[in-house]
C-alpha cells in the first residue's frame, strides 16, 4: 500500500524546535525528490522545503529559510523536516508528499506555536 504517514508534531512555545518526521511505503522512496508542505488555519496548502531523490540539494520557502533543515534517509525511506526558532506564524498542519506523480495527502501532523 502506497502510503506517507507524517509524525512529531506538537505545541511548543516560540523559539523552540520540533522535528517532523514522514515514512513512506509502498513505492521506491530514493527515486523521488521529496517536498514538506503545510496549510495554516483558514489559508492554502504552501510548498516549505524540498529535497533532492539522493539529498544533494535542497530548496527552502523564503519564510523558513535558515530555520527548518530538510533531510532524508533513503534506507529507512523517511523523510525529516528539523524546524529551529519556531514562530507562531509556523503555527499549521505539515504533510509531506512527492514532488512528481503526487500521492492521495496523508492525515499530517498538527505544529502548534504559541506562549
Known amino acids: 500500500q502506497v502510503q506517507l504517514v507524517e509524525s512529531g508534531g506538537d505545541l511548543v512555545q516560540p523559539g523552540e524546535s520540533l522535528r517532523l518526521s514522514c515514512a513512506a511505503s509502498?513505492?521506491?522512496?530514493?527515486?523521488?525528490?521529496m517536498n514538506w508542505y503545510r496549510q495554516p488555519p483558514g489559508k492554502e496548502r504552501e510548498l516549505v522545503a524540498t529535497?533532492?531523490?539522493?539529498?544533494?540539494?535542497?530548496n527552502y520557502a523564503d519564510s523558513v529559510k535558515g530555520r527548518f533543515t530538510i533531510s532524508r534517509n533513503n534506507a529507512k525511506n523517511t523523510v525529516y523536516l528539523q524546524m529551529d526558532g519556531l514562530k507562531p506564524e509556523d503555527t499549521a498542519v505539515y504533510y509531506c508528499?512527492?514532488?512528481?506523480?503526487?500521492?492521495?495527502w496523508g492525515q499530517g501532523t498538527q505544529v502548534t506555536v504559541s506562549s
Open positions: 508528499n512527492r514532488l512528481a506523480a503526487m500521492l492521495p
Open positions: 509502498g513505492f521506491t522512496f530514493s527515486r523521488y525528490t
Open positions: 529535497i533532492t531523490s539522493a539529498g544533494g540539494s535542497t
